[in-house]
């Protein structure tokens, strides 16, 4: 390779030592200096660790462009990202270094690159990594780099035995040395033992030097300023244990290497596993800054030092073999170290630890610098989450992050770890992890149910469902609309018979496709929905007309069978591992979607930029996610701002209904949870207590609210999702996902289940079963009437409820309602334009006087929804049921009862559940007309807030 210049780096070869450097970075490979550094200073070899990466990768300018050409390409999260342009990095330096293996015949000429050090104590998983590394590289140079951890000793063994090269970091203790050799032996014995061949490995223990002397010095340091009796013999011990560690290191490797068992290797060509001395930079700058490297200069040994100590090294060094000298000194400044009580075992324990978690957390600002580099990349294409918190809630926020990177909870949380949670059955629930790499292997299902809703020629699309089957196909026909040329999609999730009827006049039957979704089959509304329009289409058709009909269900559901029964044209499977509120961007959500003609490979391929961006690489910090979740979880557990409220713009405000099922059905259990408060107006800053953090839904290029800014400067908590387009609603749903996950392990619950939704499926149940043996639901008797309301409540409510008349009935129950409380206002009544805004005209009353948050629903849909929370919450809502006459019922084809018997069923098994689990409630059921009492009903509330 040429003569080199005499300069104290290129002598060391003359004392059997090899000069590696401890950086990489590709303008500097690429603009020939590591070339120059092994034509001019005889380098031979690189080491790389995440903490010189995220140093490169965060400061390398020309990362930007390479980053912005891999994502031209294909997406890819961080982690895909960092490892793309690492390994491209690596390549470039094996083959400037190429030269350098071939002609030491492969005892030099390497470049090291780091398994991930969250793999630390996983033998298995660093095996795998270590594995896939060396094939991803695919060059004869590269040493895989595995952390010497007791877990991964049997790695390092096996790697070593598949023929992989191997350097071992982080080693500071002796003994953990000898393992690690051990190891060494043990991989090329097998290689033996199998007949293959072992000389072309190549393999360094990586010993680190000077964080020893640092850890030493400072408790020695602090014994001398305490005035310890042993000052003088400690002082004599300062900057001389981590050198004499490293010489007694040696002893051993010589010892070895002179060993029959060595010699039996060294004769079918095996190379010694050479120690590298590493952490050679002086911290002490009162040491000579190449103290670490002319202290080890030996035979058969590598130093791997940072640039600026190889050009210290380069101007003022002096070359010399020192390392086999001074043995018996060495061995007397360990002994005095352990009788002066220096425990260096200890303090060896404790730098692998600290190493490690060094290494950890460099990676993790690693992937965060890539993880912003791929945002300041994709632009607009991704949907954008921000916080403004208070500094103490943001303090804790962080510090929860922190605790989420030191536990690997991300990492954790999709490997599907139940540990994350309550280690019960969540690990069975996260398919919705999945959903866009399952929605493509579908997408020709759905595209061509899209092409043949277009040529039947269908009007309208009617989806029958509930709860997560209804409520995100829902937030997609609000917000994208009709497409031009393309069926209208209606979305059924009520039993009220005035809004059954509605729908029926909405369509035509004749063109109509219609949708009956259900996971388990075995939902009531679905299936009396079912009913009636099956009906409804065979009479308009004449016929039998199961080729207008699709199910949606999970494989092996009654609703399955039913559709195979009922000769129906398609059956969509659900994964049964994504429960229905986490079903959106699965075949419950996309098959509506698709019919609808929405761009279903779209939405998918927009989905998948924010579950990147949601990646098990992202750190807690730059994991948008995650930092939704922590904000959410934390906001709720340690400063009670549990009540969640939603400040949408106005063409994506129809989301805050998803929202409100996914937060209160995951988390409200057990006593706690996240209260969601959608669709009400904002208020003044002085009407909201301190129990909220709003969740502003912003699209586009609209300017921040006036509202939302003076809320933020009185000290409320704002975290904002930001949508560039409308297409973006896709990632909003997951990213909510995702975050109610993290908020449900932060809450301590199970997020996927929702047990107190099933005791108001039970209720109805049985009392449904009563009217169709006796043609009669049970009999209830008010406790009082006045006009046409009439009042109904449990014993223990009645009690509370003292006044005779309407008025002080409800004063009596308003003033229920105390600080950091909400009131619902729960509707069996149509949903349409004129009673939302009724029940809006009350919200707001109410907020304004009590201060509290307001919530506004209407039944049977919420059942599916909030009405988990609201039983099995914390117990901080007041509930004003509100039942009335039906104007005309509707019979169900097939069932002995009617819509409004099953609506009047459903209210009552509510209202039985809310009572048994001790919450304030209070039904009122109007007779006559129903405009007349909700008339009556909003004015006594006027009056009685105008007395407060």
């Known amino acids: 390779m040429g003569r080199k210049p005499d300069t104290p780096l290129t002598r060391l070869a003359g004392y059997g030592q090899s000069i590696w450097l401890d950086f990489i970075r590709r303008d500097f490979i690429e603009e020939g200096r590591l070339a120059s550094l092994v034509k001019e200073d005889a380098l031979k070899g690189v080491t790389s660790n995440p903490a010189i990466f995220e140093q490169a990768i965060g400061q390398g300018a020309e990362y930007e462009e390479a980053v912005q050409e891999l994502l031209c390409e294909e997406s890819l999260p961080a982690g895909a990202l960092y490892e793309a342009v690492a390994v491209a990095d690596i390549c470039q330096a094996c083959r400037v270094l190429r030269p350098v293996f071939d002609e030491t015949s492969g005892r030099d000429g390497y470049v090291s690159l780091e398994v991930s050090p ?208 001074h043995v018996e000194q060495s061995r007397l400044i360990l002994e005095d170290a352990d009788r002066l009580g220096l425990d260096l075992p200890a303090v060896t324990t404790t730098l692998l630890g600290e190493g490690v978690a060094a290494f950890k957390a460099a990676f993790d600002g690693l992937l965060g610098a890539v993880a912003a580099r791929r945002e300041a990349v994709l632009g607009g294409r991704l949907m954008r989450v921000s916080l403004a918190l208070s500094d103490e809630l943001d303090n804790a926020v962080v510090a929860a992050g922190k605790s989420w990177t030191q536990d690997g909870k991300v990492r954790r949380l999709w490997e599907r770890d139940a540990s994350v949670w309550t280690n019960g059955p969540e690990s069975k629930w996260l398919g919705w992890l999945d959903v866009v790499k399952d929605g493509m292997a579908h997408i020709n299902a759905y595209e061509a149910l899209q092409r043949e809703v277009k040529e039947r020629g269908y009007s309208d699309v009617l989806l029958l469902a509930m709860g997560g089957s209804s409520l995100g196909p829902e937030v997609l026909a609000e917000i994208f609309g009709q497409v031009s040329d393309g069926p209208k999609l209606h979305v059924l999730d009520s039993t009220d018979p005035q809004q059954v009827a509605s729908f029926a006049k909405a369509i035509d039957p004749t063109k109509t496709l219609f949708i009956v979704s259900s996971k388990s089959g075995s939902t009531l509304e679905p299936n009396i929905l079912f009913a009636y329009f099956w009906a409804l289409a065979g009479t308009a058709l004449g016929r039998k007309p199961g080729d207008r009909f699709v199910a949606v269900t999970d494989p092996g559901s009654s609703l399955e069978t039913v559709a195979q029964d009922h000769g129906f044209a398609h059956i969509f499977h659900g994964n049964p591992e994504i429960g229905g509120r986490y079903s959106v961007l699965s075949p419950f959500g996309l098959t509506p979607a698709a019919a609808a003609g929405y761009d279903v490979r779209a939405l998918l391929n927009c989905t998948q930029l924010m579950i990147e961006a949601c990646d098990a690489s992202v750190p807690p910090v730059t994991n948008p996610g995650v930092n939704l979740g922590l904000a959410l979880g934390v906001a709720a557990t340690t400063f009670r701002r549990d009540k969640v409220t ?159 008349d309407a008025k002080a009935i409800l004063k009596a129950h308003f003033d229920r309602v105390g600080k950091n409380d909400y009131i619902g206002l729960l509707a069996y009544i149509e949903r349409n334009k004129a009673h939302i805004a009724w029940e809006q005209t009350v919200r707001v009353a109410l907020r304004e006087q009590l201060h509290v948050a307001t919530a506004a629903q209407f039944g049977p849909r919420f059942l599916h929804s909030t009405g988990q929370a609201y039983k099995g919450g914390p117990n901080s809502g007041v509930f004003l049921q509100i039942t009335a006459d039906d104007a005309a019922d509707l019979s169900i084809p097939g069932y002995a009862y009617s819509f409004g018997v099953v609506k009047a069923a459903q209210a009552r098994g509510d209202f039985d559940v809310l009572a048994s689990r001790g919450r304030r409630a209070l039904r009122v059921h109007i007779t006559g007309p129903l405009q007349a009492g909700l008339d009556r009903l909003a004015q006594l509330v006027t009056e009685i807030l105008k007395g407060a």
Not at 137 to 159: C, G
Not at 169 to 183: G, H, K, R
């Open 646 to 804: 939603f400040v949408a713009s106005e063409q994506i405000a129809s989301l805050g209904a998803w929202l409100e099922q996914l937060l209160a059905e995951s988390t409200g259990k057990s006593g706690t949870g996240l209260i969601p408060i959608d669709g009400e107006p904002l208020g003044r800053p002085d009407v909201y207590s301190d129990d909220r953090i709003f969740v502003e839904l912003r699209l586009g290029h609209e300017p921040v609210s006036p509202g939302l800014k003076a809320l933020r400067e009185a000290g409320h908590p704002v975290v904002t999702l930001h949508l560039d387009t409308v297409e973006q609603i896709v990632q909003a749903f997951f990213v909510f996902e995702f975050a109610t996950a993290v908020a449900g392990s932060v809450l301590g619950i199970d997020p996927f289940d929702q047990p107190d939704v099933e005791f108001s499926k039970v209720e109805t149940r049985k009392l449904t079963k009563a009217y169709a043996e006796t043609g009669r639901l049970p009999e209830e008797a008010p406790f009082a009437k006045d006009g046409n309301l009439a009042f109904y409540a449990d014993e223990r409510n009645h009690e509370a409820l003292a006044g005779k």
């Open 118 to 325: 969250y793999l630390a104590d996983d033998a298995e998983a660093t095996l795998h990594e270590a594995r896939r590394l060396w094939q991803r590289v695919n060059q004869p140079n590269v040493m895989i780099k595995i952390p010497a951890t007791e877990a991964a000793l049997p790695a390092i063994e096996q790697a070593i035995a598949e023929g992989i090269n191997v350097n071992i970091t982080l080693l500071f203790a002796q003994s953990m040395y000898e393992n690690v050799l051990e190891a060494y032996l043990r991989g090329l014995e097998a290689r033996v033992q199998r007949g293959q061949p072992i000389a072309q490995i190549g393999s360094v223990a990586s010993f680190f030097v000077s964080r020893i002397d640092g850890r030493i010095d400072a408790m020695i340091d602090r014994r001398i300023a305490a005035r310890d009796p042993q000052a003088d013999a400690l002082k004599r011990l300062r900057g001389k244990v981590a050198i004499a560690n490293a010489r007694m290191a040696y002893q051993h490797y010589l010892h070895v290497v002179a060993s029959p068992r060595w010699q039996a290797l060294a004769e079918k060509g095996a190379q010694t596993q050479r120690l590298l001395w590493a952490s050679t930079s002086t911290k002490d700058k009162t040491y000579r800054d190449v103290l670490y490297v002319e202290e080890l200069i030996g035979e058969d040994t590598v130093n791997t030092v940072p640039p600026h100590t190889l050009e210290a090294f380069r101007d003022h060094g002096v070359p010399q073999a020192r390392l086999a000298d």
